[in-house]
């Protein structure tokens, strides 16, 4: 089991850049499969951008390919998500997730995850 816990959220105009992060603890992150979930009200959870265990292989959901950036500094159990440009649609409570490593192809950007954050706010206003 690993424990994460979500910052760097916050209030932002359109076009503006935040950067959250996801401190792991509890287990070497190295070997977990990671990634950034959102949810806004009314809508269902949606997977927003994942990493493999050493960040070779990252995947992106369409809406904010070119925005969004996922990296993760393992020496630090820490996983970012760079996110620029940012637009109105983007407003969500975003959730770090993780997935211990089971030797096969990551979860990607299916909602398989078992460990979750409590999540950070993101609020874009026009």
């Known amino acids: 089991q690993v424990q994460l816990v979500e910052s760097g959220g916050g209030s932002v105009q359109a076009g503006g850049s935040l950067r959250l992060s996801c401190a792991a603890s509890?287990?070497?992150?190295?070997?977990?499969?990671m990634g950034w979930f959102r949810q806004a009200p009314g809508k269902e959870r949606e997977g927003v951008a994942s990493?493999?265990?050493?960040?070779?292989?990252?995947y992106y959901t369409d809406s904010v390919k070119g925005r969004f950036t996922i990296s993760r500094d393992n020496a630090k159990n820490t996983l970012y998500l760079q996110m620029n440009s940012l637009k109105p649609e983007d407003t969500a409570m975003y959730y770090c997730?993780?997935?211990?490593?089971?030797?096969?192809?990551?979860?990607?950007?299916?909602?398989?995850?078992?460990?979750w954050g409590q999540g950070t706010q993101v609020t874009v206003s026009s």
């Open positions: 997730a993780a997935a211990r490593w089971s030797g096969r192809a990551c979860p990607g950007l299916r909602d398989e995850y078992n460990n």
């Open positions: 509890g287990d070497r992150s190295s070997g977990y499969c």
């Open positions: 990493s493999s265990t050493t960040g070779t292989f990252t």
